[in-house]
């Protein structure tokens, strides 16, 4: 089990990136002797953290404080009574930005998306009671809800969105968030350069920017969303960092994602690993792969641990960094 830590300086912020090789990556896994290209999840959030911290010198210091925040509540039981318990209703804007007509997503499919998120968020999945033996203790149910408010769509002329955000602002070619303190803005594009499929902005980021980008192919589980990430959980991932969450690695080998009750990780996990896929951190733990903050495909990745639920739930209390959402 990892020890809680506070993050004081953007030092500790490792790159990363939520993307699937291109065709020509020499990142593409071989299994066995097949020479098959498999499609990967990375996501993009860590590293355009890492360029909003060099463009947003103030933005280290509002992370680090809503780090603090988070760690009061964390290390103090008797603080966990200032956490909602059920309570938080998230507004959702889904702007869809489309190039061709694949791309500009069906209602059904938006909707869809709404569904899966108030399932994994709320352990109403299929796959929460088949969580294994040695984690079905820390298995949990954040208790958040999302409401679909309005879809904003817009037709463009860009075929290759870039991680800088453009795709948030009218005068980049994108549409600008609507009211991002007390709403969830979720941005839906076509490509994305160097294949991201998803990206998400921590607490304390700036307000113009502040939400989700999903790739149309991953995003729900119907219409145009794709095998093997089809079933709607980027958006689960992605939400997870939008509300404070670290990868489970914690960004490095064997790392910290902050949270107490989820085993050491030796980095990303990919595809589907087999149970029990064992860690070669300090004690040989038992990783959790199926964990909505590993990098596992869609069908893979089931749960939260109660850990993650509490860091999440903290952003709501006052200096958390998503009030807004609880007043």
């Given at each position: 089990m990892k020890k809680l830590s506070i993050?004081?300086?953007?030092?500790?912020?490792?790159?990363?990136?939520?993307?699937?090789p291109d065709k020509n990556s020499s990142e593409k896994p071989v299994t066995g002797n097949t020479t098959t290209a498999v499609r990967e999840r990375h996501?993009?959030?860590?590293?355009?953290?890492?360029?909003?911290?060099k463009n947003d010198p103030a933005l280290a210091s509002r992370m680090a404080a809503i780090?603090?925040?988070t760690n009061r509540i964390m290390e103090n039981k008797s603080l966990y009574r200032l956490l909602p318990d059920g309570s938080i209703m998230i507004p959702v804007v889904v702007n869809v930005l489309y190039k061709t007509t694949a791309q500009n997503i069906s209602a059904a499919q938006i909707q869809s998306q709404i569904d899966v998120l108030n399932n994994d968020y709320n352990g109403l999945n299929s796959e929460f009671s088949t969580v294994p033996a040695l984690f079905s203790s820390v298995k949990a149910s954040v208790g958040v809800h999302f409401v679909l408010k309005s879809v904003v769509r817009k037709?463009?002329?860009?075929?290759?969105?870039?991680?800088?955000?453009?795709?948030?602002?009218?005068?980049?070619?994108?549409?600008?968030p609507t009211t991002p303190d007390s709403v969830l803005n979720l941005w839906v594009v076509g490509a994305m350069s160097g294949g991201v499929i998803g990206y998400a902005q921590f607490p304390g980021g700036a307000s113009a920017t502040d939400g989700v980008v999903i790739a149309y192919d991953c995003f729900g589980n119907t219409g145009t969303a794709t095998a093997p990430f089809g079933l709607g959980r980027t958006a689960t991932h992605e939400i997870g960092h939008y509300l404070n969450l670290r990868h489970i690695w914690g960004d490095a080998t064997c790392g910290d994602d902050l949270v107490g009750d989820t085993p050491l990780h030796n980095a990303a996990n990919f595809g589907c690993p087999?149970?029990?896929?064992?860690?070669?951190?300090?004690?040989?733990p038992v990783e959790m792969t199926m964990n909505y903050m590993d990098y596992s495909d869609d069908a893979c990745m089931y749960m939260f641990t109660a850990g993650q639920k509490t860091r999440m739930l903290a952003t709501f209390v006052s200096g958390g960094g998503r009030y807004g959402f609880a007043h």
């Open positions: 993050l004081l300086a953007c030092g500790i912020i490792f790159i990363t990136s939520c993307s699937k996501c993009g959030t860590m590293e355009v953290l890492n360029e909003q911290l780090e603090a925040n037709s463009t002329t860009v075929t290759t969105w870039s991680t800088n955000d453009a795709m948030k602002k009218s005068t980049s070619g994108g549409i600008n087999s149970y029990p896929h064992l860690s070669t951190c300090t004690g040989t």
